[in-house]
């Protein structure tokens, strides 16, 4: 597609249940990010993933989260037994690698609501 | 640990006026981003500031860089209402471990009023 793209948009779940987000990076984008915004707040990284290389999982909250990738395409963040504390805009973006610009595309986001 | 500080945290201002968004980091970093959120909407990028000195410019909105005082300012020219948005400046580590991940700042919410 031409952009990032992020599903689902909303998602509102139960205290507890098991979450998972996908998102579709730009064609041929080798690196793949996943942010979480609280409202009103800057973004937080969570996860990157780039080429074959192993992701860098240091941004990751709890056990809870975990995100997989599968080659250079699709990815999806999984939370587990989901808090309220996790309730935020999920974004994921793409981005080249290399070149020196390697700038980040950034999708619509996924608005979790946890009740 | 790289830390990126904005301020102001919220600015108010009159059409037409200029005024600087700050952004400081803590420690070298070896690119600087700029992007815009409109409300409920994802990020933009807006510049991307490679080397000290570097200075970028679109429209009323200018960008630099200076590595020295790791400082970068968002210069904002005779402020229009379609500016009114969050500013977000982003820093990335300079050949450190975690080669992708940016670390930004909490934004700088801009409102133009006329």
């Known amino acids: 597609g031409a952009g990032v793209s992020q599903s689902p948009s909303n998602k509102v779940t139960e205290k507890g249940k098991d979450v998972e987000l996908r998102c579709d990076p730009i064609?041929?984008?080798?690196?793949l990010y996943w942010y979480r915004q609280r409202l009103g707040q800057g973004l937080e990284f969570l996860i990157y993933f780039q080429g074959n290389s192993a992701p860098d999982k240091s941004g990751l909250p709890s056990d809870r989260f975990s995100a997989e990738r599968t080659g250079e395409s699709v990815s999806t963040l999984t939370i587990q037994r989901t808090q309220q504390e996790d309730s935020a805009v999920y974004l994921c973006?793409?981005?080249?690698?290399?070149?020196?610009?390697?700038?980040?595309?950034f999708g619509s986001g996924t608005q979790l609501s946890v009740l | 640990e790289l830390k990126v500080e904005q301020n102001p945290l919220f600015l108010s201002m009159q059409e037409g006026k200029n005024y600087t968004i700050y952004c400081n980091y803590s420690t070298t970093s070896d690119r600087l981003y700029w992007y815009r959120q409109d409300p409920g909407k994802s990020l933009e990028s807006l510049f991307v500031l490679l080397s000290n000195g570097a200075v970028k410019q679109e429209g009323r909105l200018m960008a630099s860089l200076d590595t020295k005082a790791r400082l970068s300012t968002l210069h904002i020219t005779a402020a229009v209402h379609d500016l009114s948005a969050t500013y977000f400046c982003?820093?990335?580590?300079?050949?450190?471990?975690?080669?992708?991940?940016?670390?930004f700042g909490k934004g700088t919410k801009l409102s133009v009023k006329p």
């Open positions: 973006a793409s981005s080249l690698v290399g070149g020196g610009n390697e700038k980040l595309f």
């Open positions: 064609s041929g984008h080798t690196a």
């Open positions: 982003a820093g990335r580590l300079d050949g450190g471990g975690s080669q992708g991940n940016l670390i």
